[in-house]
């Protein structure tokens, strides 16, 4: 049984507080360890540890900014499979897949070690007679994470290596469901060379976010987490007068036209929609087969995969997928199950009566496939977030487009056909912020920008690359005249001839 505390000043702390959280084995049903709750005193420390590590890391030169983040992924790098295993420990998912958390969380910092180039400004020599302009952009003071539990590397990576780069101070409020890597990571970005105070982790629950958002000495937010929470995170920091980006919940569509390689379309969904157990905000747990023929053929060839998905521990090399996160968390897509077949909705493959010997506690669930799926279903208005695949049949490309378009998220969309111009038409009109053309789970890489559209996204800026770089900074334009001769006062405004 662990304790986890906080990291906050360089060093892990306990919790002061007495409240606490089990960090559960989905695996097993058992407890692995408790995370301490962060109350005022812990969430006021690390605040103020961040404030006061604020004036000299925005003071250190780029390069030696970036040094930081060169010798932090090497040390992640080397630690993979200690990341990988306390992730698959406490979320579920399989190890392969928990090397690729740590994996998409690495790119975003070795997009980070380019900050020289990237924090650059603009400069215009002679705007005006001995007038130059340029702009700079300066880091914002301290930046808080909010992320949720099904990335527990890489979405706390994606916000602290762009905050960290461009000079801010950081504080990571991880999910109480899986605290281990984030602070394993804090941890070694101070043997990487970060000063004190520069990254801190404070676990906890809403108590400890309502103090963060809350707090003057923060600048900016960044949340990751479900839709509802997500837009109460955006509407409360903006009240607060901070910078805010806040990404929810999402139901990604993969759109298959009838001229699709059937057999790639096939492979693509099942990973898309069951791996991770589904648990990915870029997962594609809608297919939309358009006529009657690709339907029929999709469907057919979806069964028998479903069925010999092979559940297991996540530890075990042959399981495809594992555990969901929480006891909680398979109910409440048992009843979405349950909800699909009051609907209406074709059962083709249940997986609720899943049986894994010796793990008959765990939080197993097999894949489901859904058939005949309507857009007046609950149950696909909804995000279910679990093994589940709903098929909903269109009877043209225009349905197609339009059913992704019109739902109430807009994380990611995919298509898969042989024609390109119906694939660059696809991509122009539909409603959605991330696009996949035969790619099923289309993550921006790390120089570019991620975010969804809709109830999926608040606020104006997106993730990582560009988009990143200008979340964690402001812009500051300077007009500089060095004037030789003593001018006179002019009451108009000034104009360049
Ligand atoms: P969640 O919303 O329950 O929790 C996210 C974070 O918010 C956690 O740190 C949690 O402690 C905190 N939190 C929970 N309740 C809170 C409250 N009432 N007030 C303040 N803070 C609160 O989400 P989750 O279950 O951890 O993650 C799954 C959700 O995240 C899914 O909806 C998924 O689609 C979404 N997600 C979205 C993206 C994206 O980029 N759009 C990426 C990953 C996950």
Known sequence: ?????????????????????????????????????????????????????????????????????????????????????????????????????????????????????????????????????????????????????????????????????CGNTFICKPSERDPSAPMRLAELMMEAGAPEGVLNVVNGDKEAVNLLISDPRVSAVSFVGSSAIAQAIYEACAHNGKRVQAFGGAKNHLIVLPDADLDNAVNQLIGGAFGSAGERCMATPVAVPVGEDTADKLVQMLKPRVESLKIGHPFDKESDVGPLVTRAHVERVRNYIEMGVKEGAELVVDGRNIALQGLEEGYYLGGSLFDQVTPTMKSYQDEIFGPVLQIVRAPDFETALRLPSEHQYGNGVAIFTRNGSAAREFAARVNVGMVGVNVPIPVPLSYYSFGGWKRSGFGDTNQHGPDGVRFWTKLKTVTQRWPEDVSQASYSIPVME
Request: with cysteine.
């Open 1 to 165: 049984m662990f304790e986890r505390g906080h990291f906050i000043d360089g060093r892990e702390m306990p919790g002061a507080s007495t409240r606490n959280a089990d960090v559960m084995d989905p695996s097993s049903g058992s407890v692995l360890g408790r995370v301490a709750l962060a109350s005022k005193d812990e969430v006021e420390k690390a605040v103020t540890s961040a404030s006061k590590a604020f004036p000299d890391w925005s003071a250190t030169n780029p390069q030696r900014r970036a040094r930081v983040l060169f010798r932090f992924k090497e040390l992640v790098e080397n630690d993979i499979e200690t990341l990988a295993r306390l992730i698959s420990a406490e979320h579920g998912k399989v190890l392969a897949d928990a090397r690729g958390d740590v994996q998409r969380g690495l790119e975003v910092i070795e997009f980070a070690c380019g900050i020289p180039h990237l924090q650059k400004g603009e400069y215009t020599e002679g705007a005006g007679p001995g007038i130059d302009v340029y702009s700079i952009r300066q880091p914002l003071g301290v930046g808080v994470g909010i992320t949720p539990f099904n990335f527990p590397a890489m979405i706390p990576m994606w916000m602290f290596g762009v905050a960290i780069a």
